[in-house]
């Protein structure tokens, strides 16, 4: 769907991704609900605008404060690190109206972007002829900036809403730390994803069902980004790190066409990996998307199935292997 640029905010409550007419060209235009990558398919919303043949863009709150009933999620730095791998642009922007929620007292919904900072944002990126690396770092360096309006907003939000929000005194205190600059913004990002890492590595998520163990992993690119994954299942074979990825269906049917999108996202980039070693030791990876359904499921379902030709279409052209309750797929 395509939008002009006066109607943004029309396009952002109607789509998760879309096309943007602007002064000058047609931007791939995704938005993050949350900072945070686990809340809401952001892969998902990326993943559908990689294939847009002009410049993209993905929209990305400084942090989301739900209330204090609720959850509060502050963007990380190999967000926006990862965002330049993949070619995207990033705007970080914030959250500057919402509503009080109809069923918690003390949290709010339907937040909105501040639209006049994301059109000065998106006029600013037509007039620039910077590459996604050096536009997302100029990005970076606004973090503190943007998280002290974002603190604002809320302010705002809870006196006129009356929902109080969560504490101000360690908002502040990491928007002083943002302040300082990209590398502090980058040091203490990088602290807090490893420590997450090291929690999800020893977490059974619902949408999974694998036999094998999890594992960290940590990609550095030529560009000095590093971004810490935890895969779903790791396993050595003939001298090859198996690098599964997994989405489960509890239901007699494949899991959902935005599960499938969010891993496809991860399975890009292992699927562009040089230079892999396990514990030290060379190896080759082979990327699997493993897809595990409800036990009265038949693959026979699949037979025109055009979701699931397409998939077995982009496993061949970029090198992955898809792997359906357990059974390696002829591509």
Known sequence: MRFQLPNLAQALATHAS??????????GVSWWVSPKRTRSYPYARVYDTLSFSGRKVTIIPIFKDEGKDGDRDFLQWDTVSLMSLLGVNVII???????RSGTYSGKITDQRFAIGHLEAQLKDLGQSSLD??????????????????????YEQM???L????????????????????REVFKTLSRRLAKGAQSREVVTIQPKERLTGAKASITIRDHLGGQYFFTVDEARKEDGNVILLEGKHSKEDRL??????????????IYANLRNVQVDGTPASSVPVLSLTTGS?????????????????QEAGANNFQIFLNEKSVRL
């Open 162 to 181: 009356r929902v109080g929000m969560h504490s101000a005194k360690s908002a502040n205190l990491r928007i002083s730390k943002l302040v300082q600059g």
């Open 296 to 312: 009265g499921f038949s693959p026979n379902q699949l037979t025109y199935d055009e979701e699931f030709m397409r998939l077995k």
């Open 158 to 160: 809870s006196r006129k």
């Open 18 to 27: 879309f096309q943007l007419q602007t002064a000058g060209e047609v931007l």
């Open 255 to 268: 899991p959902s066409l935005e599960d499938i999108k969010d891993a496809l996202l991860k399975i890009m």
């Open 93 to 99: 922007s914030y959250y500057d109206s919402a509503t």
């Open 132 to 153: 996604p690396l050096l536009w997302n770092l100029s990005q970076a360096d606004k973090a503190g900036i943007l998280a002290a309006k974002a603190l604002s907003a």
